[in-house]
């Protein structure tokens, strides 16, 4: 074949860069994991009139159809999911026989849109969700832990600084209700381009289209400005002097996501009033990310309450969930050259072959090796040794290992040191921190570890 | 939405049955990483030139298409991949540059196929597959290397006993050729209906369209029928009296498979000579695995050797490589009750909240066992003790945490025993084999484990 290129909006990561993605995707795992969401996966399709259920979609969803279906044969009905949650509400519903609610599960999968690709935003990605789903009720409290797990994930991975920005939908709609807005969610869509608008262009479109008086639409604004990582915001709204049952809810809610987050998690939660999510069905507390130094790939992790997740018509399903955006964050850690791996292959040793009919001893001793846990393979040739230690040097493998001859001991040389000992494959152990590929930041200010 | 049911061909599990796979994978992926095979994952999607790179595309790929796409816009050109093997490939030539050879990788990700679902063949399905890749060449150890591998995941699961049956192409083709017939690939097409249309059938095939004479016919017969986990199958080819240099090294490569294997695993790899892996492109050793007990769900760990995995035109790259079919394997581990997990979710212990006001208490307990590695959630409300232990039993958690009253110390209780005592969460540990979810085969003659 003639050499294949790159597909736009489709990453592929070479090894090394593969385990920088393992290695984020196994603490996501396992942090969610500590914190007892189960995990699910979902099919991949979900059929189109579900996906429609919303009554539009507009996401660019990737429809199926085969290739060898007849001309005449019409598309499958099926499409590639375009996130995880409308994947998860359709399975709440059609299992809810045989789950136990709340219903605390975690999902990390691939999604895909049909989306013109740019940085941090690709037609095929990874979301890392969790979500929990009570039956008819959700205590309040699960909006506060949510957001603190996903912060324990960030302060587990070699990451810059997060900052989980934090408003709530309750206390936005009972101000914009209490300066006397009769179509709060016209507010909250002139208030949602403040980013891309500027206020004095936000302030028009209030009075012009959402009806709000000069004077409120200045009230709405600022709110929007207000900004705390403490509970201070509480009394910056109180000064504005605006009064509802609504947002006196919101308000409590809200500093109590805050209040537990600084007792917890210090400066990983912050209230930022002008958060809006869109016009997603979100219907209390709602969460977006800025990665600090990179704001400007957009949220990495979102999410919020919604007190209609699913319904069968009988029973509701309130929820609330936060989900990771794994390939964008990759995007910067790799994209950006943040992080690497300390080599791009699992082994830990390379078991040097003296001759090829000797290579059934270098076998046996992989096998020692790897019965205890140490991942091992074995050159490929007996070529001279030069050759075989520059085979491990390539791929950053750190112990080559000689077997000794007919009654000589073994002996295992580490490559970055040179020194080289008498070893028992039975008994030796690498240092814990070289047994498996480590994910390490990169120092720009220093010489890269491991240069040889 | 009205309760939606499943899709024929795309599986989904249940929290408890996904820890099954989730055991499976990471059980797969530990055993791979201990060989030094590395993982990368390619896109999901190929251009659909690529997948008919071999002139035909015999398996039913689905193609996308955007929802949103104006009508005179023709399809992405772009298939979901139905294999991993040929993005693999595809893989290889596009980052050549950037790969170290022999190259080991390791792949697990969903494959599709718009197929007609039966029990063991599904629409969206998990393999999981290593393959070693040289640049030129490729030596022939290798051959014996991947067929031990699977053999120790096989051995590492909880599954019945797997026969890796193995055969060789240069072995069949030098046979046949021995015996007289001019159009190998006629004979072995024949030869692979053997258990479709039985010997007599076959015979008259092989004289029909192969042109072998009815003595030539009789020994390719006798040949398939001849199978052994020793190596005694070569003085039972030998004794057929055909003679052709490949066919020497054939036998000579299918001995050293079989041997290396009876050393390392006895019993793990049969050499049976009637395996023939369909057209496919393999050029020595062929794979194929047989559940014993579950013969009827066909191969669930196939490959072989393949003296041309890719090319560019200037560089050959030759390979071996078996892929285990995951969700085939599940179908009969979880589908036909094998195998079950210990509980339903992640949590080894939750913490009981006496009251609402004091639910920062118990999340503070929850906090410090999760730092010791215990995964631990905390009761959604503060019900009734017997309430909350209930929520615990139901999921199969098996320790509730009971925080003291002001100056009193805490007390867990396993739900199994009944048992109460004191503890602190800076120093108690459950059991290890409690920490996690485990594994187990059901044993149908005795009550379940666990039974309360």
Not at 36 to 42: C, D, K, N, P, R
Not at 71 to 100: K, M
Not at 183 to 196: F, Q
Not at 387 to 414: M, Y
Request: aromatic share 6%; hydrophobic share 40%.
């Amino acid at each position: 074949m003639s050499r294949p290129g790159p597909l736009s909006g489709f990453p592929e990561f070479l090894p090394a860069d593969r385990i920088v993605e393992q290695h984020v995707l196994d603490t996501v795992r396992r942090v969610f994991e500590l914190h007892g969401f189960a995990s699910i996966e979902t099919r991949a399709v979900e059929p189109l009139e579900q996906m429609l259920r919303k009554g539009e979609i507009d996401k660019e969803v990737y429809v199926l159809r085969r290739l060898h279906a007849p001309a005449d044969e019409p598309d499958s009905g099926l499409g590639l999911h375009f996130d995880l949650t409308v994947p998860f509400a359709r399975y709440v519903v059609q299992h809810a026989g045989q789950l136990e609610f709340p219903f605390r599960r975690h999902q990390v999968q691939k999604v895909w849109r049909g989306e013109r690709p740019q940085e941090g935003r690709y037609r095929e990605f990874t979301q890392a969700d969790i979500d929990i789903v009570g039956r008819d009720t959700l205590a309040f409290h699960h909006e506060v832990e949510v957001a603190l797990v996903m912060a324990e994930v960030f302060r587990a991975l070699p990451m810059p600084r997060a900052e989980i920005l934090v408003n709530n939908r309750k206390l936005a709609e009972g101000f914009f209700r209490g300066v006397g807005a009769e179509d709060p969610p016209a507010v909250l869509r002139a208030v949602d381009k403040l980013d891309k608008l500027g206020p004095s262009r936000v302030a028009e479109l209030l009075q012009a289209e959402a009806g709000l008086s000069a004077g409120a639409a200045e009230r709405c604004l600022a709110l929007a400005g207000i900004r705390s990582a403490d509970t201070s915001f509480v009394a910056a709204v109180r000064a504005l002097g605006v009064e509802h049952p609504l947002l006196d809810e919101g308000l409590a809610e809200l500093e109590a996501v805050v209040a537990a987050a600084a007792a917890r998690m210090p400066g990983a939660v912050v209230a930022d009033l002008k958060i809006a999510r869109g016009l997603d069905y979100y219907t209390g507390t709602v969460y977006e990310t800025r990665l600090v130094g990179h704001e400007d790939v957009g949220s990495i992790c979102s999410g919020g309450r919604y007190d209609a997740l699913a319904t069968d018509g009988r029973t509701t399903y309130p929820g609330v969930g936060i989900s990771l955006g794994v390939s964008r964050l990759l995007g910067v850690l790799v994209g950006r050259g943040l992080v690497r791996a300390t080599r791009s292959v699992p082994s830990c040793v390379l078991v040097a072959v003296t001759d090829e009919a000797s290579r059934e001893r270098s076998e046996h001793v992989a096998g020692v090796l790897r019965a205890r846990g140490i991942p091992t393979e074995v050159a490929p040739s007996a070529a001279k040794f030069g050759k075989q230690i520059r085979h491990a040097d390539r791929r950053g493998i750190p112990f080559v290992w000689f077997p000794g001859a007919a009654g000589e001991p073994d002996s295992v040389k580490d490559l970055r040191s040179g020194e080289q000992g008498q070893a028992d494959a039975g008994t030796w152990s690498p240092p814990e921190a070289d047994r498996h590929p480590r994910v390490v930041r990169v120092d720009p200010t220093t010489p890269e570890e491991g240069t040889r």
